[in-house]
């Protein structure tokens, strides 16, 4: 992971365009379009620990949704998605993790540098499996975390493939998170051109109100496993669930919670957003009550949810 400190990502054992391979051999051309002009799609999966040794959370849909970011891309993907399933299962299994962060990436290769990348299809794709613990740290998790809003707004459908999880688009991601974390945040809160609430840099948002259950759902914004898996949660727990569109920062400044989803940041709380303390400034009751259930779900232990894992044997 580039130079200085001690960030090093530990993969063992790399996937790459068919062969699993040790890390220092899996190699990419830096003549590969996609390190050029950002032309990659990826996923973000766990795995996690369970009774029956790992289990990855919601595989088919991590890489149903890998294959419609490749095809806005127009990117070909050689394989299947069942071959790409069994890659992911295979290369957990050969690393031995109990638990793991799960990254396929697959990308418009070296063959040529013009602007247009259909050349140099059909595209490379690798798999890295790492142990990764919570994304935003156990303290955010604990105290909640914070967010202040980003001067970078979320580009419109008509701008960049939103709805694609593709390597360029997170340029915008990184430059609202780095500015995030340079004023002392943990996470920024990203708005459209008008000013509506999109979503985090990699997260999708919700917010309580007098016990219901808000979804922001916005165009511009991907449509995350964690959150569908969240509001199925919420509803099997008796909540009302609705999906709110055209949120200002208004509404979350003034509402119970705030909590982001994603596979990263799984169910994080929100305790401030622009210096304003959200609710009783701490980890909301509901958003705690809808993370234990999401944990318990993912780590087997709620047999509803068991059709969400696919269990590494
Ligand atoms: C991946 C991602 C999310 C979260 O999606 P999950 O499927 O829950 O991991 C949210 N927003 C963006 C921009 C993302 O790239």
């Known amino acids: 992971m580039g130079k200085g400190g001690d960030t090093r990502i530990h993969a063992g054992k790399i996937w790459l365009n068919g062969e699993l391979v040790p890390q220092e051999e899996a190699k990419v051309s830096v003549l590969a379009h996609a390190l050029h002009y950002g032309t990659s799609v990826f996923e973000g ?11 990855i959370f919601r595989l088919e849909e991590h890489v149903e949704r890998l294959f ?11 394989y299947t998605p069942e071959q790409i399933a069994s890659a992911i299962v295979e290369t957990v299994r050969t690393n031995g993790w109990k638990s793991c962060y799960i990254r396929p990436l697959a990308w418009f290769g070296a063959t040529s540098l013009g602007v247009n990348p259909l050349p140099n299809n059909p595209a490379d794709v690798m798999i890295a499996t790492w142990e990764w613990g919570a994304y935003l740290g156990e303290e955010a998790v604990r105290k909640g975390a914070k967010l202040v809003t980003s ?10 493939p939103g709805k694609a999880k593709a390597g360029g688009n997170y340029v915008n991601s990184a430059l ?10 943990d996470e920024a809160l990203l708005l459209d051109k008008e000013g509506y609430v999109a979503e985090g840099s990699g997260e999708n948002l919700f917010f309580v109100k007098n016990g219901v259950i808000h979804a922001i ?8 496993i964690t959150r569908d898996s969240v509001i199925e949660i919420a509803e099997d727990l008796g909540f009302t669930v609705k999906e709110a569109y055209r949120v200002t920062r208004e509404i979350l400044f003034t509402a119970d919670e705030v909590f982001m989803t994603g596979t990263a940041a799984e169910v994080t709380p929100v305790s401030m957003i622009d210096h304003r303390p959200i609710g009783t400034g701490s980890a909301g009751e509901i958003t705690m009550q809808l993370r234990k259930v999401y944990l318990e779900a993912v780590t087997g232990q709620r047999s509803e949810y068991r ?5 590494v044997k």
Do not use: C
């Open 151 to 160: 001067s970078w707004r979320r580009f419109p459908g008509d701008v960049m």
């Open 68 to 78: 419609h970011s490749a095809k806005i891309l127009r990117l070909e993907i050689p």
């Open 307 to 311: 059709k969400w894992l696919t269990f």
């Open 176 to 185: 609202a998170k780095m500015d995030a974390l340079a004023a002392g945040a």
């Open 217 to 224: 759902e916005h165009s511009v914004n991907l449509p995350g």
């Open 45 to 55: 999966i766990r795995a996690y620990a369970t009774d029956e040794g790992p289990a």
